[in-house]
Nanobody, 114 residues
């Protein structure tokens, strides 16, 4: 079993930056990918960024060039550096660790004011 907890959300002005963190614990040896998703009010959850255990990354089109996903060396903490934030980035951001199971946190809220 794997537990994940997000942190780092908050209120920021348009053009600002935030860094989200996701701390994972438990049996992490089976994890092969980690990702950030977000869900805005009234919209479906969407993929923001994904990173494989080997370090390959991919991003949603709306965040390319502005967001960066990364992990620490132990692969038990996931980060999302968000720069040049826009009001459309306002959402609850969820951390996802994928291995033998699919593990989700409870989310951290990001609000970008115009």
């Amino acid at each position: 079993q794997v537990q994940v907890v997000e942190s780092g959300g908050g209120l920021v002005q348009s053009g600002g930056s935030l860094r989200l963190s996701c701390a994972a614990s438990g049996k992490l040896f089976s994890i092969y990918a980690m990702a950030w998703y977000r869900q805005a009010p009234g919209k479906e959850r969407e993929l923001v960024a994904v990173i494989s255990r080997g370090g390959s990354t991919d991003y949603g089109d709306s965040v390319k060039g502005r967001f960066t996903i990364s992990t620490n060396n132990d692969k038990d903490t996931l980060y999302l550096q968000m720069n040049n934030l826009k009001p459309d980035d306002t959402a609850v951001y969820y951390c996802n660790f994928v291995g033998r199971g699919d593990y989700w946190g409870n989310g951290t809220r990001v609000t970008v004011s115009s």
